[in-house]
């Protein structure tokens, strides 16, 4: 049916080498930077502290003052505003340490009586002092460019006065869905051999939740021409997400429209639901066509766009959330296939306990049954040479975001 | 120092049983609602399909005229737009099958001769139509109140014709920074013995990332009334969390103050760092005081903010993102404390291969230094029990959101 059937990770490789960061750059308040993945090394334009610190409630003193004081032969100093010799200053975590004072000694360690402390415990020099860029020093590398920037990091650059920084642009993701028998949602109630337009809202959820800014165009009937003129239309994107007319029927045009505009790398996948996925690119953007099947569909966007995206993103990979779990049930594989089994967990709290938890598959015939993906908790993902998984097994669940 | 150092787990559910889901709920647009939490079941309102399809490209027929045929003894048909003995209509993938109809014969097992079709293959009544309502049947339930919606479950709504639906309201979080010795963003150089206000920030976009809506207020200085004052005014928000004041020191006046207008149930956890984190409620909302120091304030938010707000917001318990790892060099962990471990990924490609994976711990000095949060890719936690973690054994890293 399709030209071969590529295996699914070197189909993956083979795609994901051919995708390159995007280079724009944009500068943005650090406030609304979370997520967002650092444009360029960040260092530290002041010390911090900037000043000498006290790191503990009590009093600043000449650490040579306290020499020979202990528990039952305290030293006795004079509260002042400045040290002198003889002399001590009030301080607490975090207040300056005053010229002078070389030490802070906690207020455990002290008694006040009137106007003078007696001290128990003798000081070195430089105790309980945070010195001048202890945490960050002055031309510290903070914040190395292609960083995925967290909330923590935002402080960082906070504590430095750092307002604004350069970010690398989102990818901006054209999302074309194609197929005569779409409806556009909101418009009509579809007639016979008719549904509603779901893929393009699907997938740009989640191009955005990967790190992309979704373009999602009006839906392109089942013409050649019109194909063509969609894919011209968005030449300025950095991706290209076609959905539908993947297959090999006759109304199936977008392989090979994607072919006339530039290299089709892969049609057909070693990917259950989800065969008919094409690969490509066009002007040196990648290009996912992935099967109008939903189901088949969303397989493909995670397992392909999604990782472009991420890579177009500059956003390196990061782990799945998974559940480690027990089949209840026995999941068949598809031989040749990287087989995506929708599970349901169905043990009450299955995060807390993991061994507790176990999973159960849903129907895996339809690749057209999004129903089985809403209903699914995960994907039990099954290699392409293992016949199926036994009851009783232990296996990993790759929560559906 | 503090009334008691309550064990963080008992700490935690003895505060979390406190925590009321909101009850408000918002009507808004599907494509809106990712990662929104649905206020009401939902039931379909159609059958999908609302017609018979086909199930694969072919030709549409009355499966007792098929009876017979075989791979050397086809039948003969007239292809033709209506169905009658001895005719079929030529038909594709979820196009709808004609009244009088019964069974689809696929494609590749006939031949077209002119205005005939020679069937191969003999088609018991049902084969390849899809009926009515046999993806999802009107009236069944599509969404169970409670569900955190997904760009696949917002599709499958989409394909029902629903453009709106109830979700609960995003609970409001009220972030009052405290300190005299914080001076706002933006405003002006911090002079000795100030800092700028980062917790507030950091606080507020934790709030957002975890599914809350942050009210960041400003900066409140060291005077109980002035902390009273400023609870008070966000008393219509569902959950309340003050950074700084929680500890021991002259100035540290927020626990009281909490205690005062409300109940205080925890002040000092076995939490390392953040052990001056108190908890507590006001007018039956939550309030979480967060350590001024980063570090203890990042891990008090972790371990109690972020589950506080998930469960405001009706969102159940997820599992982190985890990367299983080598640890290169000893972490001591601080006996009576769950202890926060810094740690820095230090191999290649981590996540791809979890067995080739090296951590190493960050300093864990300095309860205020953030750049050691920032530097780190996750944290190892190390129970209450246990003193350390030796060198080259296997560890959890929960990876810092």
């Known amino acids: 049916m399709f030209r071969k059937r590529t295996n699914a990770d070197e189909a993956k490789d083979f795609f994901l080498r051919t995708v390159r960061p995007v280079d724009g750059i944009e500068v943005l308040p650090i406030g609304d930077c979370d997520g967002r993945v650092a444009g360029e090394d960040v260092n530290a334009g002041v010390d911090v502290p900037h000043y000498r610190r006290a790191a503990m409630d009590g009093f600043a003193v000449r650490a040579s003052d306290t020499m020979g004081s202990g528990s039952n032969s305290p030293v006795l100093l004079k509260i ?6 003889g002399t001590c200053v009030r301080v607490h975590t975090g207040s300056p340490v005053p010229d002078g004072a ?3 000694v906690m207020l455990e360690d002290t008694v006040v009586r009137g106007e003078m402390v007696e001290v128990f415990s003798q000081v070195h020099p430089f105790k309980n002092v945070g010195e001048i860029g202890e945490d960050i020093r002055k031309g510290e590398l903070i914040i190395t460019g292609g960083h995925v920037l967290r909330p923590c990091d935002i402080a960082v650059l906070a504590s430095l006065g750092i307002e604004k920084i350069k970010v690398f642009k989102k990818p901006l993701v054209a999302i074309i869905p194609t197929g005569e028998e779409l409806v556009p949602r909101g418009s009509r109630t579809p007639g016979e051999g008719e549904v509603y337009e779901t893929n393009g809202l699907m997938t740009s959820l989640y191009v955005r939740k990967w790190g992309g800014v979704p373009i999602l165009l009006d839906i392109v009937t089942d013409d050649p021409e019109k194909i063509k003129e969609a894919i011209q239309r968005v030449s300025g994107t950095d991706m290209i997400i076609i959905s539908g007319g993947t297959s090999v029927g006759k109304r199936d045009y977008v392989p090979a429209v994607v072919e006339s505009l530039g290299t089709l790398l892969v049609h057909g996948v070693g990917i259950s639901p989800g065969k008919p996925t094409a690969l490509g690119f066009v002007n040196v953007k990648p290009v996912v066509c992935m099967p109008g099947y939903p189901v088949a569909g969303m397989v493909a966007l995670y397992y392909f766009a999604r990782p472009a995206i991420r890579k177009l993103a500059h956003i390196s990979d ?17 031989t040749g296939y990287k087989t995506f089994a929708r599970v349901k967990i169905e043990t009450g709290t299955p995060y807390s306990n993991m061994w ?11 690749a057209g049954i999004l129903s089985s993906v809403s209903k699914a908790d995960g994907f039990v993902i099954i290699p392409e040479n293992v016949e199926g998984i036994d ?3 232990e296996v990993d669940v790759v929560l559906i975001e």
């Open 80 to 85: 002042d505003n400045k040290i002198e010799k």
């Open 102 to 104: 070389d030490a802070v």
């Open 318 to 334: 990061e782990p799945d959330r998974v559940v480690r779990a027990v089949l209840s049930e026995k999941i068949a594989g598809r």
């Open 356 to 366: 507790s938890c176990k999973v159960f598959p849903l129907s895996t015939s339809g």
């Open 391 to 393: 009851k009783g097994e």
